[in-house]
């Protein structure tokens, strides 16, 4: 069959519409902006998309031409002029690559920019015009993608990771690259079709490990075994996006049977619904949280400040877990992160083993508590830097920016000066602290946290809090999404 060549490339936001942080250029800089030989280099044996592209065309004795590979935290919409630029670089990058087989994207499926609200969809049809009909375009989406009619009629295949938290995007990669291959060979002639039932629900209940989605992944892996079917995808949305078609949706990509596709989506679609009320997620207050986690007899137990979810759009320096430790004496707990680069200087300026008198938190938007006076000694100092070791992004080099760790009374505090999830335990462990030894671990995640922290958690408590990611949808005011849809409406 001959050497391939195939194009690939990243632009991914996640866009919490909610949010008051413009996303520009420097977001994308401070996590993740590359191209050419830079990028390959980069994502080369990553358990990630990209690392998973480039291992297939290895596999396979083909080629790949890297374009641009662009993410940055949730924020806010994406800045016009920042889109125009990385969207110019991907296109600049395919025209300049002459023929290819095929292009393979990493896309989110839930970047708003300012005046396109389907950024996605906006990326895959400039991308068709530039390759033409012929040329296999595919690419894999995140679990929380908002899929666009506009998406699918421009893409041949759309791969939507299977979990939450999100670790099978390398396989996910693999496979849509094969799929891309088996296109060329003319083994398939797919054809996909997207339904959305009127059901947006938060993060936490849309988890994939439990309850109604883990249902629904079941029952689209049953449609995959039957003959014809390629794909049957469950998307769980992102609500806080507050577009028109936010939400859940079901992709169903059958080779050359429109009929049959329509069918597997409508009954992954109709099943969600009738389980609409199980979406559901108990919490507990920050005080009432911390008491519980106080009393119990084994350790650690993890306070997940699911509101506070910088992977979610929310600011990650809330403050009122980290006020209730310290008011009810917290022994033996530790919090990660509260991004704040003042605090952080500030520790830098006293030292390590120097006195620490700063207020901490609560500066990025008034949504997330006020600031709270921290007090006491400046335990570690730190560059940030660290590699993922556990489930997710494992091998990927990571930075928090410069870091400190406070110890106050019993509570340890990890300040740093990026907004960043500390979803992984070796945030913890890069500073000197072991999260199986601490009493309590309070982390800024909705979801993703478990992945590396149910193996070693005693217990997992979902905290009230507030903030820009909470599972409360009545908190905001949605003025973008479809109504009427479900929970936003009692339907």
């Given amino acids: 069959m001959g050497s391939r060549r195939f194009i690939i490339g990243q632009i991914s936001h996640e866009t919490n519409s909610f949010s008051p942080i413009r996303t520009d250029m420097e977001h994308f800089y401070a996590r993740s902006y590359a191209r050419g030989q830079e990028m390959v280099d980069l994502y080369t044996d990553t358990r990630t998309s990209l690392g998973g592209f480039i291992h297939f065309a290895r596999e396979q004795g083909s080629e790949v031409v890297a374009t641009v590979a662009a993410s940055a935290v949730p924020s806010g919409r994406v800045a016009s002029d920042a889109y125009r630029r990385l969207l110019g670089e991907l296109l600049e990058g395919i025209r300049d690559a002459g023929p290819v087989d095929g292009v393979l994207l990493a896309l989110h499926g839930a970047m708003v920019v300012e005046g396109v609200p389907d950024a996605e969809g906006d990326i895959l049809k400039r991308v068709r015009e530039a390759i033409g009909p012929d040329v296999p375009l595919v690419s894999t989406l995140d679990y929380h993608a908002n899929v666009t009619d506009t998406m699918v009629r421009a893409a041949d295949g759309l791969f939507g990771y299977n979990t939450y938290p999100h670790v099978d995007g390398w396989e996910r990669a693999v496979e849509a690259a094969g799929f891309a291959v088996d296109m060329l060979e003319g083994q398939i002639k797919p054809v996909s079709v997207v339904v959305r039932p009127p059901l947006a629900p938060a993060l936490v209940p849309a988890r994939t490990g439990w309850g109604p989605i883990k249902t629904l992944m079941e029952r689209a892996f049953a449609w995959e075994d039957v003959p014809g079917v390629i794909n049957a995808s469950v998307y769980g949305g992102f609500i806080y996006s507050d577009i028109e078609d936010a939400g859940l949706s079901f992709i169903a990509t059958t080779d050359g049977d429109p009929e049959l596709a329509q069918r597997i989506a409508s009954d992954l679609a109709d099943a969600s619904w009738e389980m609409r009320r199980e979406f559901v997620t108990p919490m507990l207050p920050p005080q009432e949280a911390v008491r519980y986690a106080m009393a119990a007899s084994s350790a650690p137990v993890v306070l997940a400040d699911v509101a506070d979810n910088t992977g979610g759009g929310a600011s990650g320096d809330g403050t009122e877990i980290l006020r209730a430790l310290l008011e009810l004496k917290a022994e033996g707990a530790v919090v990660a992160t509260i ?121 997992i408590v979902e905290v009230d809090g507030p903030g820009l990611s909470s599972p409360n949808l009545d908190r905001f005011e949605f003025t973008g999404i479809r109504r009427p849809v479900f929970p936003l409406d009692d339907m």
């Fill in 339 to 459: 991004p704040d680069p003042g605090a952080v200087q500030e520790a830098f300026c006293a030292g390590v083993g120097g006195y620490f008198e700063f207020p901490v938190g609560g500066k990025i938007d008034d949504l997330h508590g006020e600031p709270v006076m921290l007090t006491g000694e400046v335990r570690l100092l730190s560059d940030g830097r660290f590699v993922h070791r556990g489930p997710m992004s494992t091998g990927v080099t990571s930075s928090m920016g410069r870091t400190a760790v406070v110890l106050s009374g019993g509570v340890e505090i990890i300040l740093n000066e990026r907004r960043f999830q500390p979803l992984d335990p070796e945030v913890p462990r890069s500073v000197g602290i072991d999260p199986v030894h601490r009493k309590i671990v309070v982390l800024k995640s909705a979801v993703h946290y478990r992945a590396g922290y149910e193996p070693i958690a005693s217990e």
